[in-house]
């Protein structure tokens, strides 16, 4: 049979053993709503500057020059690949794949009454992929709304610099896209 202070040695290996094997999980989600609510609030912030100086026109050539320019380094910045996808893009490089395509629409279905998108994790072995909904404003509208919230001189400049433009035709509350934040386990 064991001896007391045997059973104890035993307990403080096997109690050291689980600590040690479960480090405190990073909490993705959390961290991912940080990160994508201060892209958000940036991305805004250098909108606005430019619809004050210059209007849409100014705006528009500026959003597609920085938009993901601004994304992907931001994301370097934090450590995750941080992109922002859709369904219906305007620059295609911003498209979902099938499988997140999958995602966008559950996310699209599971819309609370109160009008709230939830968020989603995915984890595979190396990666966990957080993905948190980005719903149409009021102040979206005049370069994503019908055709009757956008000035005929806006519609211009997007013709332009963008021929195969899907992104219209939102109203205010719509799911527009995800942030995508891929971590690295
Ligand atoms: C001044 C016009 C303008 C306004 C206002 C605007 N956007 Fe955009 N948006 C753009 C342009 C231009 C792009 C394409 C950027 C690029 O080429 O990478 C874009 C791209 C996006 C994308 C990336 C997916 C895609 O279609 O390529 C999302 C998501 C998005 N906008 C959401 C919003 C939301 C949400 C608002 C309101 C808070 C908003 N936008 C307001 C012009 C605008």
Redesign the pocket.
Known sequence: MFQHWQIKILLIILLSFIVVCHPAQKDYEALAIAITTEAKSNL?QK?MA??KEGG?AL??PF??EN??GFTNTFGNEHSVRLR???N????E??WLTKEETDIFLEIQKEKSKEGVYPNRMISSNNLVTVYVP????G??L???GKTSDISKE?SAILAK??PND??IGYEVGEL??LFSVEFLK
């Open positions: 805004q909108l430019k619809m849409t705006a528009l959003c597609k938009a993901l922002r996808l859709t219906k893009p305007r620059n490089l911003n980005i719903v149409i404003m102040q979206c005049q370069c994503h806006t610099h963008y899907k992104a527009r896209g």
